[in-house]
């Protein structure tokens, strides 16, 4: 069996990069270079099976996923869950990335289920492992959909809602930089 071959069938092996996730990838807009830890694993990914790589960027991994079903890319850096392992085969993970809440510093949250009450809003990215994980688990709390993860806190704040869901590291930079969150 060729594994580069079954990795990339094309030859060149097609890599899904989210710049959505500040904390895999970094994109300079600029040039349109993007930088990470998923570059770097991609990149000696194509090396060990000696394939050609090409870089593919999107900006959410909501749009990663609606890429698989048109076959746009071999092999991507995406949170598991089983919405996705419908259409998607994943590995042992690779990191480990904790969700977690923005809030206002007046609010009254202060666990998961505090949060999961009616009239409760919160702002996810669209697609993000975040919305697919809340959307399976919530039973009272209303999602707003952001296009992005990281557009989920400009909806946040732009809406007045309850809280904003994602990635641990921006939202805790996020807050140190802004007063009242």
């Excluded at 259409?87 to 999961?116: H, K, M, Q, T, W």
């Amino acid at each position: 069996m060729d594994i580069g071959k079954e990795f990339a069938p094309t030859g060149t092996l097609r890599v899904a990069i989210n710049v959505g996730n500040g904390v895999l990838t970094s994109y300079d807009e600029e040039t349109g270079q993007p930088d990470g830890i998923t570059v770097e694993i991609a990149n000696s990914l194509a090396d060990e099976l000696s394939l050609p790589i090409e870089l593919k960027i999107f900006r959410s991994a909501g749009n990663v996923v609606e890429a698989v079903e048109n076959g746009e890319w071999d092999v991507a850096f995406l949170a598991r869950d089983p919405k996705r392992a419908e259409v998607i085969a994943f590995s042992a993970p690779y990191i480990l990335i904790e969700g977690s809440y923005l809030v206002r510093e007046d609010s009254d949250f202060l666990c998961n289920e505090d949060v999961d009450k009616p009239g409760v809003r919160i702002a996810v990215g669209k697609g993000a492992a975040y919305d697919l994980y809340l959307s399976r688990n919530l039973q009272h709390a209303t999602l707003e959909r952001a296009p992005t993860t990281p557009g989920a806190v400009d909806l946040f704040l732009e809406q007045n809602l309850d809280v904003a869901a994602g990635v641990r590291q921006p939202l805790n930079e996020y807050a140190a930089r802004h007063d009242g969150v």
